[in-house]
């Protein structure tokens, strides 16, 4: 179930109509607290948001989502008119794992949300796969657990995603477009910017672990320390 929070009627109905002949099932909201009431029924597979919104705006929805064990790692996009670089790094930042600039197309909208999900399913290792060890980090694919000195660290999916593919990779340094290629796949409209944020985050998350992801100038990133 695709849950998608919009309230400008003809944007809901486009999408929604597109969605669900498209295959899925998708349902909107025009408010936030009928969209909070929905969650507390049935978590959805996918959550799409508008930012400017009545009652709450969807980057306070995010942190909110953000916060609660059980929809930490529930795919969010954000489809929004807010299209600078700062509105696309603050919603990056609050945890967001697309953001779709208004106006859209629906096609490469419909490539995105299957490619969101895909990884989303998909992503991760049968139980009894191997785990990964650092000096302060626990990591477990399977589990979609991290943890930094014992304590969990709640992750978006593109930054857990982001973290076991550098720790599958320990000391290869990854360029930028090779970690777009495996983190975001074909998305369209993706940006080099987008890993440089996530790292970011991702470093503040992980604390006194983050010193393990290691810039290499004018290339990517490697992880060091991960044995």
Not at 64 to 93: H, I, Q, S
Not at 132 to 139: D, F, G, R, S, T
Not at 143 to 162: A, I, N, P, Q, S
């Amino acid at each position: 179930m695709i849950y998608f929070v919009e309230d400008d009627a003809s944007i809901r109905e486009l999408v929604l109509y597109t969605l669900n002949n498209a295959g899925f099932q998708a349902e909107g909201f025009e408010r936030p607290s009928a969209f909070w009431k929905a969650v507390g029924q049935m978590r959805p597979t996918l959550i799409l948001l508008d930012i400017m919104l009545p009652e709450e705006d969807g980057l306070s929805i995010l942190r909110k989502l953000r916060a609660d064990p059980d929809t930490r790692a529930t795919p969010v996009m954000m489809l929004t008119a807010k299209g600078t670089e700062y509105d696309t790094v603050l919603a990056l930042d609050a945890g967001a794992d697309d953001y779709v600039q208004k106006p859209f197309r629906m096609m490469e909208l419909l490539s995105r949300i299957r490619a969101l999900i895909r990884r989303s399913e998909g992503y991760g290792t049968p139980a009894g796969a191997v785990e990964y060890q650092a000096e302060h980090l626990e990591v477990s694919p399977a589990r979609h657990l991290v943890r930094v000195d014992g304590k969990d660290v709640t992750l978006t999916l593109k930054e857990f995603e982001l973290l076991c593919l550098l720790l599958e990779n320990k000391g290869i340094v990854l360029s930028r477009d090779r970690i777009l290629d495996k983190v975001w796949g074909d998305a369209m409209g993706r940006e080099s910017r987008t890993v440089d944020v996530h790292i970011r985050t991702l470093r503040q998350k992980l604390g006194p672990a983050g010193g393990c992801i290691e810039t290499v100038r004018g290339i990517g990133y490697k992880l060091k320390g991960a044995d």
